[in-house]
């Protein structure tokens, strides 16, 4: 583990942090937002951000529109990001630092998506908003922007990135929304398994068995269902079509292992896959890049291996 991702755990646990599994989900979420602005550099500028809503199945849908190159007319893809949280806590203001480092790093526009959270409601609420924001922007973006949408970059960290690797199969067929790339940092993807890492790490790590568990219940509690692979989406026995893969994992993080494991299947069904596989770092690096140096030394990485997987795909 490096020092520095130690010194954080250390002062995480000497400042008496409350057991956030005891809390109730309103004081959980207060709690995690306070934490962000504390952990995380400040979000890069972005020449045009703005909030608006858009319909979805269970009502209006909060996304953040942002666009780098506001008044340019040529075609461009779109990134849609997912924020994570354990489909509990986050929301547009959580992750807005990680979906502005993406998008200005590469120079695209995009939406950050505020889909309903559970417990009050869970599995499928989550995931049906994220697929009707992601066809929206598939649709509806190019108007906002004054500039055709090519095609689309699914992203989302934990259980964004659960999200977005089920979007990205769901989708997979609708020609009027084509995923390009699907970025998955961190991401949950077995509900049902069991892997090393998660023994491993289940405790002192940030993100912590208890705290998995009650996310897991509170997204879907039959646990009869969590090999579907609308929520696992390891299960998905044909992968042909995804879309080109880049899968982040952290050493020393829980998820680990299942990350690795879906990397590893998209590739044995001739999926391109990116791994990358960050040592000596824990679930959730993305979002500590004040608090961690070399986390925002690996986001620069990240951003670079997405530049060269957009270029193989051209």
């Known amino acids: 583990m490096l020092p520095e991702v130690k010194t954080l755990l250390e002062q995480m646990t000497a400042s008496g942090m409350p057991d956030s599994m005891a809390m109730p989900v309103e004081e959980l979420r207060a709690a995690f937002a306070g934490q962000s602005g504390l952990t995380d550099l400040p979000g890069r500028d972005i020449a045009s951000v703005s909030d608006q809503t858009i319909s979805g199945p269970g009502g209006d849908i909060p996304i953040r529109i942002y666009d780098p190159n506001p008044g340019h007319t040529d075609p461009s893809r779109a990134l849609v990001f997912y924020h994570g949280g354990g489909y509990v806590i986050g929301d547009l203001e959580s992750h807005d630092s990680v979906a502005r480092r993406l998008i200005d790093g590469l120079g695209i526009p995009g939406i950050a998506v505020d889909y309903r959270l559970a417990p009050e409601f869970p599995f499928p609420a989550p995931l049906d908003d994220c697929l009707a924001a992601t066809q929206w922007a598939a649709s509806g973006l190019a ?11 699914v992203s989302g960290d934990s259980a964004g990135g659960n999200l977005a690797a089920v979007v990205a199969q769901s989708l997979r067929s609708d020609e009027d929304a084509t995923i390009d790339l699907q970025v998955l940092l961190y991401p949950v993807i077995d509900f049902a398994g069991d ?43 044909d992968l042909a079509g995804l879309a080109p893969a880049v899968v982040v994992v952290a050493e ?7 990350g690795v494991a879906y990397a590893d299947k998209l590739k044995a069904a001739g999926i391109p896959v990116w791994l990358r596989d960050e040592a000596g770092l824990i679930h959730g690096f993305y979002s500590f ?24 795909l051209s």
């Not at 208890?210 to 969590?226: G, I, L, Q, V």
């Not at 020393?252 to 299942?258: F, G, I, R, T």
């Open 143 to 153: 108007e906002v922007l004054g500039r055709p949408i090519t095609g689309l970059i």
């Open 195 to 237: 892997y090393a890492s998660r023994a491993a790490h289940s405790e002192g790590k940030l993100l912590d068995k208890s705290a998995m568990d009650m996310f897991s219940a509170s997204y879907c509690a039959d646990e009869t269902m969590y090999t579907d692979p609308k929520i696992s989406p390891l299960y998905e026995d």
């Open 252 to 258: 020393y993080d829980p998820l680990h292992d299942e």
């Open 289 to 312: 890049r004040q608090a961690l140096p070399t986390a925002e030394a690996r986001t620069e990485e990240l951003i670079e291996t997405l530049k060269e997987a957009l270029v193989c």
